[in-house]
């Protein structure tokens, strides 16, 4: 098993720099990939979207590719004319709207330089499809590292679920052993009732109580419910020596669980069954929290 929340980071050299990769995931029932790439690298996307894919099937994945071009090999600076045109448009009107004149009125170089988007870094540019195979590498990497941490938590979780489950087994054993005494204490009940009523020639040897009590037994019998919950305890068990995805398997056999448990309450009508039908249920829905969680 493995849990949908992760982080990994790889790095490679590529065309003459630096690729680095970062990889996050969270849960999320359907599959999300979202790609962040470097400036005229959208002909990777989905290459990278397909590697990425092969091992993260649930869940949101943030895919960052960044580049790091070894210092000096910018070239240059330039200057947005653009964007200095349009602050000294902006300081000019604001100047007007305070009155001011003069050399409190004058737009220095030096505040232009300050304003954002005024100087403009060139970096060099790297081509993609040569950067690729150091790209690659570090995607290769950087899921490696993810998928590592992914199953380190996954280990964790199945430990959790193995004791949630531990529990519902132990409850649903004592109500394997109390189900044959319902009928039995129905029996004893109703034939107190009958004394208590004083019915004269009416006893529980009676035809009609008789087929009270076969109707009863046969409306409180809980055996087919305690079968498929063993069968999903197996099932269960499959998915966990399963190396595939499993979370939507799971999720759907905590739902058929519950189908069970609550079959169990309604029909077993005996309050010591409904004690453990209570924790069985509470225990299930502390299960299916954490089944959220895998992939």
């Not at 330089?113 to 499809?129: L, S």
């Not at 809980?222 to 595939?244: N, P, T």
């Not at 905590?254 to 409904?274: C, L, P, V, W, Y």
């Amino acid at each position: 098993m493995k849990s949908m929340t992760g982080y990994g980071r790889g790095e490679s050299s590529a065309a003459d720099a630096k690729v680095v990769v970062e990889l996050k995931s969270v849960n999320r029932k359907q599959p999300e990939l979202v790609v962040m790439l470097p400036p005229d690298w959208e002909t990777l996307e989905s290459r990278i979207r397909d590697f990425v894919a092969r091992v993260v099937s649930r869940g949101r994945c943030e895919i960052r590719v960044s580049l790091d071009v070894p210092e000096g090999e910018s070239t240059g600076n330039r200057i947005n004319r653009a964007a200095v045109q349009a602050y000294t448009r902006e300081w000019s009107e604001v100047a007007a709207e305070l009155g001011l004149s003069g050399a409190a009125a004058q737009v220095s170089l030096e505040l232009l330089a300050r304003c954002p988007g005024v100087m403009q870094v060139q970096t060099r540019v790297v081509d993609p499809e040569a950067a690729w195979p150091g790209t690659s590498a570090a995607l290769a990497a950087a899921l490696e590292s993810m998928d590592s941490m992914r199953r380190r938590e996954g280990e964790a979780l199945e430990r959790d679920l193995e004791g949630r489950l531990g529990q519902i087994r132990s409850a649903l054993d004592r109500v394997r052993a109390l189900a044959p005494d319902v009928v039995i204490r129905y029996r004893q009940q109703l034939a107190q009732r009958l004394q208590a009523a004083g019915l004269e020639g009416v006893t529980i040897a009676d035809e009609r109580i008789l087929r009270e009590l076969v109707v009863f037994a046969d409306r409180s019998d809980i055996s087919e419910e305690i079968a498929r919950i063993d069968s999903h305890f197996q099932q269960y068990e499959d998915c966990r020596k399963s190396q595939e995805a499993v979370g939507r398997k799971l999720d759907f056999l905590a739902q058929e669980f519950h189908r069970e448990i609550n079959t169990i309450g309604s029909k077993a009508n005996d309050a010591r069954i409904a004690v453990e039908v209570v924790l069985m249920k509470t225990e299930l829905e502390r299960f299916r929290e954490q089944v959220q969680n895998i992939e």
